[in-house]
Each structure stands twice: as structure tokens, then as C-alpha cells.
T-cell receptor, first 115, second 115 residues
Framework: DAGVIQSPRHEVTEMGQEVTLRCKPI?????LFWYRQTMMRGLELLIY????????DSGMPEDRFSAKMPNASFSTLKIQPSEPRDSAVYFC?????????????FGAGSRLTVL | KQEVTQIPAALSVPEGENLVLNCSFT??????LQWFRQDPGKGLTSLLL?????REQTSGRLNASLDKSSGRSTLYIAASQPGDSATYLC??????????????FGQGTILTVHP
């Protein structure tokens, strides 16, 4: 398996623009997580899905952020409109076997810079 | 709310030394604890996962221990090598309350092993 695949790896955009980050989890994994990493706040969980259904989105910073998982092999995280404070590395991760049962596998991340 | 703290924040050692990284967490209601490695500009790689019922896990030169009742874990690295230089992150999967299923990360320990 190629692991968790994220795109784009780097994104530079201007304030106010829409940003869409994409994730393909490992085949067979039924849990998918979106994390954000900044120097100030470290790694924060934004939202997670189980069997394509959002389970907990309490970490989503505000209404400008939305996430979808239309099928078991694809998820998106959208920011609209983007702001400079959204600049961070966004990670997607997946696992299977129930919460806490197995190792979480992370993608390489999408580095977002909002000017 | 679960809080994870890692000490020290940074560590620099000569090659060959044995070293210990520390992690503490405030809520003992956890499913497991994981240690991750993060190289600059890269994603996270899981090193060891300890279930809440276990006391330790070993992989090669790495040994991780867990004392759930006291909220502590240590990562022991034997005979350190320059290739071990990275940021090491500790994370717990919460089992209770509103944090159920969430992975809470520490801020990490930046390790530098010099030749």
C-alpha cells in the first residue's frame, strides 16, 4: 500500500481564496482524521470520520472550515475564505479496528501558506 | 481536558549515549499511548504503541514504558545514532468524556545526536 496520500504538498494562496486539501486513506481503514500542526499550538485534531460519517468536528476552528468524506477512499478539507492565521501543516491520518485499537498512519502533510 | 506534556523540549547528546524522553498526561482514562517520530518537513511515523493494559513495548533500540496510574511514559533510546535526530512526539488516545477517541499530542522533544 502507498500509505496515506495527501495533496497538494504545498499550497500558497492569498487571503480570501478558497483552499481545498485532499486525502486518500489506506485501503480498508475505516477511520480518518484531519490534524493541523503549528509551532504555537502543536498538533490539533480538527475532525474525524468513521465509515465516512463525521463523528467529532469540535476541533474545527470556525465555519470557514468544512470537511467531507464522500466515500471510503477520499476526503477533503476546505477553507473558505482563507486567512493568514490558517497557515499551518495539515495532516490526514487513518486507522482501522476501532478507536485506539491500532496504529495511526499519517500522510506527509499539506503545507498551507496564506499571504 | 486531556493535556500531554513532554520533557525536555530539546535534547542534544553525543553519539552512543543512552537517553530517556519523558511524557506525562493529566487524564488516565486512555486507550493507548503512542510515540511518534517526525523528521523536518515530513509526516509522523509511529514508533511504538502501548495499550492501556500494557506496561511496555520494545522495538529494536527503542523501549517505551507506560504507568497509566501516574500518567507517565518514557521512551528509552539505546546507543543513540545521528540518524535518530528528529522530533519525538507522545500522544494518548482518550477513552473518556467529550475527548473519546481523540489523540492528544504533546509538544514534542527535539532530539539532536551529534557524531
Amino acid at each position: 500500500d502507498a500509505g496515506v496520500i495527501q495533496s497538494p504538498r504545498h499550497e500558497v494562496t492569498e487571503m480570501g481564496q478558497e483552499v481545498t486539501l485532499r486525502c486518500k486513506p489506506i485501503s480498508g481503514h475505516d477511520y480518518l482524521f484531519w490534524y493541523r500542526q503549528t509551532m504555537m499550538r502543536g498538533l490539533e485534531l480538527l475532525i474525524y470520520f468513521n465509515n465516512n460519517v463525521p463523528i467529532d468536528d469540535s476541533g474545527m476552528p470556525e465555519d470557514r472550515f468544512s470537511a467531507k468524506m464522500p466515500n471510503a477512499s477520499f476526503s477533503t478539507l476546505k477553507i473558505q475564505p482563507s486567512e493568514p492565521r490558517d497557515s499551518a501543516v495539515y495532516f490526514c491520518a487513518s486507522t482501522s479496528g476501532g478507536v485506539g485499537a491500532n496504529v495511526l498512519t499519517f500522510g506527509a502533510g499539506s503545507r498551507l501558506t496564506v499571504l | 481536558k486531556q493535556e500531554v506534556t513532554q520533557i525536555p523540549a530539546a535534547l542534544s547528546v553525543p553519539e552512543g549515549e543512552n537517553l530517556v524522553l519523558n511524557c506525562s498526561f493529566t487524564d488516565s482514562a486512555i486507550y493507548n499511548l503512542q510515540w511518534f517520530r517526525q523528521d523536518p518537513g515530513k509526516g509522523l511515523t509511529s514508533l511504538l504503541l502501548i495499550q492501556s493494559s500494557q506496561r511496555e513495548q520494545t522495538s529494536g533500540r527503542l523501549n517505551a514504558s507506560l504507568d497509566k496510574s501516574s500518567g507517565r511514559s518514557t521512551l528509552y533510546i539505546a546507543a543513540s545514532q545521528p540518524g535518530d535526530s528528529a522530533t519525538y512526539l507522545c500522544a494518548v488516545t482518550n477513552a473518556g468524556g467529550t475527548s473519546y477517541g481523540k489523540l492528544t499530542f504533546g509538544q514534542g522533544t527535539i532530539l539532536t545526536v551529534h557524531p
